[in-house]
């Protein structure tokens, strides 16, 4: 497989949230703004790109009899770290984000990847397909993320101190006047599953008119010889 195949299944034609389905647990709870898509997509990131390269790193020397819980000991390892750097520096946000952080360790694209492609193939490949599987989770989070804040506050990127230190605070984006209402239920759960399903339609429609914008070659025809009197 090319890494330009990786690249572009990750992002699109196999991303996790918008064709896969999977960790839709978090990517709905957490998506209610930019802020707090961001921080634990990047989280999912770091853990899915470590998580290929070590499997695929011991892939010749675990059995497979006990390869399942082996690839759930180094996920549950790597998110430690991450739950102990957010607790340490990024305290707000670790609350926020709650136990979304700890059930990385279950994320189905995280062990899907580990079984499915890093177990069965060398180190390089295996770290980019996690990093770009990661990379397309965490686009599809902070779109969500966006159109969510865009909606209820008419804000984007609010809170982004709480990530990036003081420095940033008061720092962000207003698209709509604060005079204008914010709609509700872009905050409310049922916002998240009506905002992806809005992305996964707008997905579904770019690829149906790419597939009707590239004609299919006409079919080559023998050429007719004319056999001489």
Not at 81 to 91: K, R, T
């Amino acid at each position: 497989m090319s890494y330009g195949k990786l690249v572009r299944d990750g992002l699109w034609h196999n991303n996790p949230g918008l064709v896969q389905l999977l960790g839709l647990c978090p990517l709905l709870a957490v998506s209610n703004n930019v802020v707090n898509a961001l921080s634990l997509g990047l989280a999912t990131l770091f853990v899915l790109t470590l998580s290929n390269l070590t499997v695929s790193a011991i892939r010749n020397v675990v059995r497979p009899e006990i390869r399942i819980p082996v690839y759930v000991m180094v996920i549950a390892s790597l998110v430690t770290i991450v739950e102990l750097v957010m607790n340490a520096y990024l305290q707000t946000l670790y609350d926020i984000l709650g136990i979304f952080l700890p059930i990385i360790t279950t994320n189905c694209v995280i062990i899907g990847r580990a079984e499915a492609y890093a177990s069965k193939n060398r180190i390089l490949p295996a770290t980019v397909d996690g990093f770009m599987m990661g990379m397309g989770f965490l686009l599809v989070l902070v779109a969500l993320g966006g159109l969510r804040e865009l909606l209820a506050d008419g804000t984007l990127g609010q809170g982004l101190h709480l990530l990036l230190g003081p420095a940033m605070e008061g720092i962000h984006l207003r698209v709509m006047p604060e005079a204008v209402p914010g709609l509700l239920l872009a905050a409310l759960p049922p916002g998240a599953f009506i905002g992806l399903g809005l992305l996964i339609a707008l997905k579904n429609l770019i690829d149906a008119r790419q597939k009707r914008g590239v004609a299919p070659a006409p079919a080559p025809t023998a050429a007719t010889h004319t056999q001489p009197a």
